[in-house]
Each structure stands twice: as structure tokens, then as C-alpha cells.
């Protein structure tokens, strides 16, 4: 029995470079509220962006990322943003620095909880219909964006590069891993050599169809400009509603048979690992259950899984189907019931 116990633990460090220890390494909130006014089609402009924050007459984000780490455990929030704000409309990679001000005083408040803080490019691969390097703005460009924000980030070790939400319908998706691999050499080569940069695929990055639709192979060849795949994560979404929109209250799935086993199995094949940026459900018994359910999963499965984000608060009215949006009450805050049921850390337990 004892040599058969090395020879499982041989097999196992060959199949795959990490070890799951039942605890996820992130769990966080999206702080929604500077994409408001992006489409699917990645149309957009500047002045519809809605900062969360007090200060620009949002919501209190900065209240609630304090509250989300304090009183839940979180420690990761995502802070979507339209391309169209951070240069104020132009296609190009400078910064607009009003707006670029603005957007940064809500990554500092994210810093200053001590959570991890993903730069989320909100545009679905496209600017104003056209997709990135397949029509529309040249990898050049988009490299050049990513330049610019790396080069602003780049000794804060706790941010981390989210090239870009949800691209879909690409004609081609390893034309499309090129474009990722610009934004990847141009994150590192601004000095942003460590932090951890989510790679997206196709089909509204689907956990679902991510190997199935082709996407992993694609991005599995992009790598920092060393060769090596270091802090290269796989970034992947999936509701638990009829039609994977995050559109509807009532949860039908904890998406194990048809998403996190099959995608947990490739990331171990293949020693990688994902983060589930996009999660969510209504505040329905349905969605206490298979939210549960889920979250449990990608805990076992802690050695490829690093967590999930919910989707969201920030600027989200409370009666938002999929709000995550705290109540503030003179300084006590009231989570949503379904983070309350399960997706707070405290309340779960699997965020050390
Ligand atoms: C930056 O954006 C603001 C709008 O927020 C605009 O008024 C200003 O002209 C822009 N600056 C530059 C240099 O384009
Ligand atoms: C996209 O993913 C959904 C499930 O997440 C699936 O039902 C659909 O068929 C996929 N579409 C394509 C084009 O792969």
C-alpha cells in the first residue's frame, strides 16, 4: 500500500503542478458603475460611464469594498471600465487623465482594503462595433492601452490585468489570441512583470465552451515575453440562470457536469488555472442552493479554480435582479440574502 501511495502521489504531481487544498485564494465582488452605458457591441461613451464613488455622486464603492473585506472576508473586487472613458472617446492608448483620475481613485480605494483589484477593459473585444485586431483597433493600439494602465500599476503587486470582458463572436479566435498576447507583452514589458493578468476567450469567456469551443487551445500559446506562462490565469464566466445571461432570478445549475468538471480537468491537463470573474443569481431559494453547490465545487477544485467574483454591486440598484449591492444603515451594512446565504466568505468558509 505504501508504494502504491507514491506511485498516486507521482501520478498526481504529473498531471498537475498545484495541490487542491479545499480553499479558493480569491473571492470577490464586481464594483460596477464606469462600463454603465457599454453594449455587447462594445458601443459606448465616455459620459455615461457612472463612477461608484461618493465623491463623483455614486454609490459609496469604496463603503462597500471596506465592508465586502471587514465584515465577509472578500478579498478581490473587479472595477469594470469602458475603454471610451479611460481615453476619453478616442481610439487610441492615452489616457484621458481627468478621466483616468477618477477611474483610479476607485482602484485606490480598492488598494487601500488590502484586496486584490482587477482592471477590467469592459468592451467585449470591440470599440464601437468593431473588433480588436479584426477590423477595428489595430493590436498596436490596444497594446498601447495596456501599456499605458501597466505602466501606472506597475509596482502595486495586488492589481491585476484584465485584458478584456466577455469577447464574443469573433471570427477568429486564435487571430484574437494574438491580440491577447499584444496586451500580455505589453503589460509585462511596462514593468508589470509579477501581478497576475487574466486571459479571455470567446463565446462571453463561457466556462461552459471554453475548451469545447476552442478558446483554451488558442490562448494556451500565449506566454510572457520569457516564454514562460507565469501569472497567465484563464478568465472565465458562467450564471446560473435557463440561458447563462445572469438576465434572471431563478437558478436552474450549479454548471458542474457541463462547466467546472470538464474546464477543471483541461486546466489540470494542461497546468493552468482560471479565476470565475462573472457569477451570480437572484436572491431566490434556487440560487441559495446552486450557488452553493457551485462555490463547494471550485473549492475542491481549489488547485485550478482561484475563485469567482460576483456579479455585482458598485453603482447596481439594490432591486437589480443580480444585485450584490449592500444596504448602508447609518454605517451597519445588510448584505443581499444570496451573498448572505453563500457567497461571503465568512459565511462559507473557503477563502482563507
Ligand atoms: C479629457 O476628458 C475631459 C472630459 O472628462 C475633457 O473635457 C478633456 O478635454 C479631455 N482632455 C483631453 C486632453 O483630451
Ligand atoms: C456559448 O455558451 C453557451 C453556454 O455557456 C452555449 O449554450 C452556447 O451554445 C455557446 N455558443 C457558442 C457559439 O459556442
Known amino acids: 500500500m505504501k508504494s502504491f501511495g507514491i506511485l498516486s502521489f ?7 503542478a498545484y495541490a487542491a487544498t479545499g480553499t479558493l485564494t480569491f473571492a470577490g465582488v464586481n464594483i460596477a458603475g464606469f462600463d454603465f452605458g457599454m453594449d455587447t457591441s462594445g458601443d459606448d461613451t465616455a459620459s455615461s460611464a457612472y463612477p461608484p464613488l461618493t465623491q463623483y455622486y455614486g454609490a459609496d464603492g469604496a463603503g462597500q469594498m471596506t465592508h465586502f473585506v471587514n465584515d465577509d472576508g472578500y478579498n478581490i473586487f473587479r472595477l469594470p471600465v469602458a475603454w471610451q472613458y479611460l481615453t476619453n472617446n478616442e481610439a487610441t492608448g492615452t489616457l484621458n487623465q481627468t478621466n483616468f483620475a477618477e477611474y483610479d481613485a476607485l482602484v485606490q480605494a480598492c488598494l487601500e482594503t488590502g484586496a486584490s483589484c482587477i482592471i477590467d477593459i469592459h468592451n467585449y473585444a470591440r ?27 506597475a509596482d502595486e503587486s495586488k492589481i491585476v490585468f484584465g485584458v478584456m470582458n466577455e469577447p464574443h463572436d469573433l471570427p477568429s479566435i486564435t487571430t484574437w489570441a494574438g491580440t491577447v498576447q499584444a496586451a500580455v507583452t505589453a503589460i509585462r514589458n511596462a514593468g508589470a512583470t509579477s501581478q497576475y493578468i487574466l486571459l479571455p476567450g470567446d463565446n462571453y469567456t463561457s466556462a461552459e465552451t471554453f475548451v469545447s469551443g476552442g478558446s483554451a487551445a488558442a490562448l494556451a500559446t500565449v506566454t510572457n515575453p520569457d516564454g514562460s506562462i507565469t501569472g497567465l490565469i484563464m478568465d472565465v464566466h458562467k450564471y446560473l440562470d435557463s440561458d447563462n445571461s445572469g438576465t434572471n432570478a431563478e437558478c436552474v445549475t450549479n454548471n458542474i457536469d457541463d462547466a467546472w468538471e470538464p474546464l477543471a480537468t483541461w486546466l489540470r491537463a494542461n497546468n ?8 451570480g443569481g437572484g436572491d431566490v431559494t434556487s440560487c441559495n442552493t446552486y450557488m452553493c453547490e457551485q462555490i463547494a ?13 460576483g456579479w455585482a454591486a458598485g453603482n447596481f440598484a439594490t432591486t437589480y435582479v443580480l444585485s450584490e449591492t449592500p444596504t448602508d444603515t447609518d454605517g451597519t451594512w445588510t448584505d443581499t440574502s444570496l451573498v448572505a446565504a453563500c457567497m461571503a466568505p465568512s459565511i462559507n468558509g473557503y477563502v482563507a
Open 10 to 16: 507521482l501520478a498526481a504531481s504529473v498531471a498537475s
Open 127 to 153: 470599440f464601437n462595433g468593431e473588433i480588436i485586431g479584426q477590423g477595428g483597433p489595430t493590436n498596436e493600439v490596444f497594446a498601447d492601452l495596456w501599456s499605458s494602465i501597466a505602466t501606472y500599476y
Open 272 to 279: 493552468r488555472q482560471a479565476l470565475n470573474t462573472e457569477t
Open 297 to 309: 465545487y471550485q473549492a475542491q477544485n481549489s488547485d485550478v479554480i482561484l475563485g469567482y467574483v
